[in-house]
Nanobody
Framework: QVQLVGSGGGLVQAGGSLRLSCEAS????????MGWFRQAPGKEREFLSTITWSAGSADYADSVKGRFTISRDNAKNTVYLQMNSLKSEDTAVYYC??????????????????WGQGTQVTVSS
């Protein structure tokens, strides 16, 4: 089992920045890649970004490409999501996730085995 604890959410003005963190514990050696998703009220959970645990290869959804940056610190078992130029439509609960299997498609929720508890991000306009 892998446990994920997300943090770093909060209230920020439009145009501002936040950095989310997600610390993994437990069987971290089983992680192939990690990802970030978000879910706004009344909407489906949306893929944002993913990163491979070993090589650090990253991919992004078009909606956040150029504004969000994913990174990881293997020594700390932590993945980060740096969010810049935030917009009101970025308001959502943000979730980190980890996968213990290697898949080509990594943007769907079924591709992930473990989920963090979610952290609220609110962007005021």
């Amino acid at each position: 089992q892998v446990q994920l604890v997300g943090s770093g959410g909060g209230l920020v003005q439009a145009g501002g920045s936040l950095r989310l963190s997600c610390e993994a514990s437990g069987r971290t050696y089983s992680i192939y890649y990690m990802g970030w998703f978000r879910q706004a009220p009344g909407k489906e959970r949306e893929f944002l970004s993913t990163i491979t645990w070993s090589a650090g290869s990253a991919d992004y959804a078009d909606s956040v490409k150029g504004r969000f940056t994913i990174s990881r610190d293997n020594a700390k078992n932590t993945v980060y999501l740096q969010m810049n130029s935030l917009k009101s439509e970025d308001t959502a609960v943000y979730y980190c996730a980890a996968s213990a299997k290697w898949l080509l498609g990594r943007s769907g929720t079924p591709s992930y085995d473990y989920w963090g508890q979610g952290t609220q991000v609110t962007v005021s306009s």
